[in-house]
Protein backbone atom coordinates (compact mmCIF):
# COMPACT_ATOMS: atom_id res chain seq x y z
CA UNK A 1 0.00 0.00 0.00
CA UNK A 2 1.26 3.50 -0.80
CA UNK A 3 2.43 6.05 2.04
CA UNK A 4 0.02 8.54 2.66
CA UNK A 5 1.36 11.84 0.66
CA UNK A 6 1.09 15.09 1.52
CA UNK A 7 -1.60 17.58 -0.58
CA UNK A 8 -3.23 20.49 -0.92
CA UNK A 9 -6.48 18.73 -0.66
CA UNK A 10 -6.45 17.96 2.68
CA UNK A 11 -6.76 22.20 3.53
CA UNK A 12 -10.06 21.53 1.79
CA UNK A 13 -12.24 19.61 4.46
CA UNK A 14 -15.31 20.15 2.93
CA UNK A 15 -14.46 17.75 -0.28
CA UNK A 16 -15.89 13.94 0.48
CA UNK A 17 -12.41 12.77 -1.45
CA UNK A 18 -9.59 13.91 -3.07
CA UNK A 19 -6.92 12.45 -5.43
CA UNK A 20 -3.36 13.11 -4.60
CA UNK A 21 -0.73 13.77 -7.19
CA UNK A 22 0.58 10.08 -6.79
CA UNK A 23 -2.41 8.76 -8.00
CA UNK A 24 -3.89 7.26 -4.70
CA UNK A 25 -7.14 7.73 -3.36
CA UNK A 26 -7.94 9.10 -0.31
CA UNK A 27 -10.82 10.30 1.76
CA UNK A 28 -10.47 14.18 3.55
CA UNK A 29 -11.12 14.46 6.76
CA UNK A 30 -14.52 16.44 7.45
CA UNK A 31 -14.61 19.08 10.20
CA UNK A 32 -16.79 19.39 12.79
CA UNK A 33 -20.04 21.05 12.16
CA UNK A 34 -21.31 23.72 14.06
CA UNK A 35 -24.89 23.86 14.94
CA UNK A 36 -26.72 26.90 13.36
CA UNK A 37 -29.32 29.06 15.56
CA UNK A 38 -32.80 30.93 14.63
CA UNK A 39 -30.06 33.79 14.37
CA UNK A 40 -28.03 32.53 11.89
CA UNK A 41 -28.60 33.61 8.32
CA UNK A 42 -28.10 31.21 5.06
CA UNK A 43 -24.84 33.51 4.54
CA UNK A 44 -23.51 33.46 7.70
CA UNK A 45 -24.46 29.34 7.42
CA UNK A 46 -22.58 28.87 4.35
CA UNK A 47 -19.54 30.94 5.60
CA UNK A 48 -19.83 28.93 8.90
CA UNK A 49 -19.97 25.66 6.79
CA UNK A 50 -16.58 26.63 5.26
CA UNK A 51 -18.22 26.17 1.90
CA UNK A 52 -16.82 27.45 -1.47
CA UNK A 53 -18.59 29.68 -3.92
CA UNK A 54 -19.38 27.12 -6.59
CA UNK A 55 -20.95 25.15 -3.51
CA UNK A 56 -22.89 28.16 -2.75
CA UNK A 57 -24.49 28.92 -6.04
CA UNK A 58 -25.28 25.19 -6.39
CA UNK A 59 -27.61 24.96 -3.39
CA UNK A 60 -29.15 28.44 -4.35
CA UNK A 61 -28.92 29.67 -0.84
CA UNK A 62 -31.00 26.80 0.72
CA UNK A 63 -30.55 25.27 3.88
CA UNK A 64 -29.45 21.05 3.26
CA UNK A 65 -31.69 18.45 5.38
CA UNK A 66 -29.20 18.49 7.94
CA UNK A 67 -29.35 22.68 8.61
CA UNK A 68 -32.99 22.39 8.62
CA UNK A 69 -34.60 23.10 11.62
CA UNK A 70 -36.34 20.18 13.83
CA UNK A 71 -39.90 19.71 14.20
CA UNK A 72 -39.51 19.17 17.73
CA UNK A 73 -37.24 22.37 18.34
CA UNK A 74 -40.01 24.46 16.05
CA UNK A 75 -42.88 23.15 18.57
CA UNK A 76 -40.61 23.91 21.88
CA UNK A 77 -40.14 27.72 20.22
CA UNK A 78 -43.58 28.46 19.88
CA UNK A 79 -44.65 26.80 23.02
CA UNK A 80 -42.32 28.88 25.12
CA UNK A 81 -43.22 32.21 22.89
CA UNK A 82 -46.79 31.59 23.39
CA UNK A 83 -45.91 31.19 27.41
CA UNK A 84 -44.15 34.82 27.64
CA UNK A 85 -46.55 36.12 25.76
CA UNK A 86 -49.30 34.55 28.05
CA UNK A 87 -48.12 35.48 30.93
CA UNK A 88 -47.10 39.41 29.69
CA UNK A 89 -50.90 39.33 28.54
CA UNK A 90 -51.57 37.96 32.32
CA UNK A 91 -49.63 41.15 33.98
CA UNK A 92 -51.15 43.77 31.99
CA UNK A 93 -54.45 42.12 32.50
CA UNK A 94 -53.96 42.68 35.98
CA UNK A 95 -52.79 46.19 36.04
CA UNK A 96 -55.86 47.44 34.05
CA UNK A 97 -58.05 46.67 36.95
CA UNK A 98 -59.30 49.35 39.04
CA UNK A 99 -57.97 50.08 42.34
CA UNK A 100 -61.07 48.58 44.17
CA UNK A 101 -61.03 45.24 42.58
CA UNK A 102 -56.82 44.65 42.60
CA UNK A 103 -57.69 45.89 46.99
CA UNK A 104 -60.32 43.31 46.68
CA UNK A 105 -57.74 40.25 44.89
CA UNK A 106 -54.90 41.54 47.60
CA UNK A 107 -57.53 41.28 50.40
CA UNK A 108 -58.91 38.03 49.59
CA UNK A 109 -55.19 36.69 48.98
CA UNK A 110 -53.57 37.97 52.35
CA UNK A 111 -56.75 36.58 53.89
CA UNK A 112 -56.20 33.00 52.29
CA UNK A 113 -52.00 33.13 53.03
CA UNK A 114 -52.60 33.95 56.40
CA UNK A 115 -55.48 31.60 57.09
CA UNK A 116 -53.05 28.53 55.87
CA UNK A 117 -50.12 29.82 58.59
CA UNK A 118 -52.80 29.99 61.23
CA UNK A 119 -53.76 26.16 60.63
CA UNK A 120 -50.02 25.32 60.60
CA UNK A 121 -49.55 27.04 63.97
CA UNK A 122 -47.71 30.36 62.63
CA UNK A 123 -47.90 33.05 64.25
CA UNK A 124 -46.90 35.56 61.67
CA UNK A 125 -48.94 37.50 59.40
CA UNK A 126 -48.75 38.29 55.34
CA UNK A 127 -49.47 42.07 55.45
CA UNK A 128 -51.60 43.50 52.02
CA UNK A 129 -48.80 45.88 50.83
CA UNK A 130 -46.09 42.56 51.22
CA UNK A 131 -48.79 40.49 49.45
CA UNK A 132 -49.07 42.73 46.67
CA UNK A 133 -45.10 42.91 46.08
CA UNK A 134 -44.57 39.51 46.05
CA UNK A 135 -47.17 39.19 43.54
CA UNK A 136 -45.01 41.49 41.40
CA UNK A 137 -42.28 39.57 42.04
CA UNK A 138 -43.57 36.16 41.17
CA UNK A 139 -45.47 37.44 37.91
CA UNK A 140 -41.84 38.56 37.03
CA UNK A 141 -40.20 35.56 37.97
CA UNK A 142 -42.16 33.39 35.96
CA UNK A 143 -42.30 35.82 32.83
CA UNK A 144 -38.14 35.77 33.32
CA UNK A 145 -38.45 31.70 33.24
CA UNK A 146 -40.19 31.55 29.85
CA UNK A 147 -38.19 34.15 28.19
CA UNK A 148 -35.05 32.33 28.94
CA UNK A 149 -36.66 29.15 27.71
CA UNK A 150 -37.36 31.00 24.47
CA UNK A 151 -34.15 32.28 24.41
CA UNK A 152 -32.85 28.59 24.97
CA UNK A 153 -34.77 26.94 21.57
CA UNK A 154 -33.83 29.88 19.73
CA UNK A 155 -29.99 29.67 19.95
CA UNK A 156 -27.52 28.07 22.28
CA UNK A 157 -25.43 30.77 22.60
CA UNK A 158 -27.55 32.18 25.60
CA UNK A 159 -25.13 34.04 27.87
CA UNK A 160 -24.05 35.93 24.06
CA UNK A 161 -27.94 36.86 23.82
CA UNK A 162 -29.35 37.32 27.36
CA UNK A 163 -29.38 40.81 27.31
CA UNK A 164 -32.30 39.99 24.63
CA UNK A 165 -34.92 38.73 27.83
CA UNK A 166 -33.30 40.90 30.59
CA UNK A 167 -34.67 44.26 28.01
CA UNK A 168 -37.76 42.99 27.45
CA UNK A 169 -38.31 42.05 30.61
CA UNK A 170 -37.39 45.55 31.98
CA UNK A 171 -39.46 46.95 28.79
CA UNK A 172 -42.72 44.75 30.71
CA UNK A 173 -41.98 46.23 34.06
CA UNK A 174 -41.62 50.01 33.02
CA UNK A 175 -44.87 49.49 30.47
CA UNK A 176 -46.86 47.79 33.36
CA UNK A 177 -46.35 50.76 35.78
CA UNK A 178 -47.35 53.07 32.49
CA UNK A 179 -50.80 50.69 32.40
CA UNK A 180 -51.65 51.51 35.95
CA UNK A 181 -51.23 55.34 35.93
CA UNK A 182 -54.51 55.12 33.39
CA UNK A 183 -56.30 52.61 36.06
CA UNK A 184 -58.70 54.25 38.46
CA UNK A 185 -57.64 54.54 42.02
CA UNK A 186 -54.11 53.37 41.05
CA UNK A 187 -50.22 54.90 40.09
CA UNK A 188 -47.14 54.08 38.89
CA UNK A 189 -43.81 53.79 41.27
CA UNK A 190 -40.25 53.34 40.42
CA UNK A 191 -39.42 50.85 43.23
CA UNK A 192 -42.31 48.77 41.58
CA UNK A 193 -40.00 48.57 38.47
CA UNK A 194 -36.98 47.60 40.29
CA UNK A 195 -39.54 44.59 41.50
CA UNK A 196 -40.40 43.69 38.63
CA UNK A 197 -36.63 43.37 37.56
CA UNK A 198 -35.70 41.65 39.85
CA UNK A 199 -38.27 39.06 39.52
CA UNK A 200 -36.88 38.89 35.88
CA UNK A 201 -33.52 38.36 36.62
CA UNK A 202 -34.89 35.65 39.83
CA UNK A 203 -36.67 33.80 36.57
CA UNK A 204 -33.81 33.87 34.56
CA UNK A 205 -31.49 32.37 37.07
CA UNK A 206 -34.27 29.79 37.72
CA UNK A 207 -34.18 28.66 34.12
CA UNK A 208 -30.46 27.93 33.71
CA UNK A 209 -30.14 26.45 36.50
CA UNK A 210 -33.11 24.21 35.18
CA UNK A 211 -31.28 24.04 31.91
CA UNK A 212 -28.03 23.31 33.51
CA UNK A 213 -29.45 20.19 35.19
CA UNK A 214 -31.12 19.12 31.94
CA UNK A 215 -27.82 19.04 30.67
CA UNK A 216 -26.15 17.27 33.07
CA UNK A 217 -28.71 14.76 33.16
CA UNK A 218 -27.89 14.30 29.59
CA UNK A 219 -23.89 14.16 29.80
CA UNK A 220 -24.06 11.28 32.36
CA UNK A 221 -27.03 9.18 30.63
CA UNK A 222 -24.79 9.45 27.39
CA UNK A 223 -21.50 8.10 29.70
CA UNK A 224 -23.43 5.68 31.27
CA UNK A 225 -25.21 4.21 27.18
CA UNK A 226 -22.50 1.15 26.52
CA UNK A 227 -20.72 1.76 23.04
Known amino acids: AKAACAC ?13 RCGTVKRAPRAPQPVCSFFDSPAKVFAR ?43 FSNSMQSGTASG ?14 ARVGVGWRFSERLVRKLGHFSEYALLGFWLMLSLRVYTRRILSHISWPLFFGLLAGVLDEG ?19 SGVVFGLLAALFLLLLVRMFHVLRESKTPL
Not at 63 to 68: K, M, P
Open 8 to 20: CCWAKPTLARCRC
Open 49 to 91: KGLSMMQQNHTNGRLTDRERTPARLIVLRVLFTLFAAGTVVFI
Open 104 to 117: LRSAAVTEWLNGGL
Open 179 to 197: IQIFADGRGSDVRDVVIDF
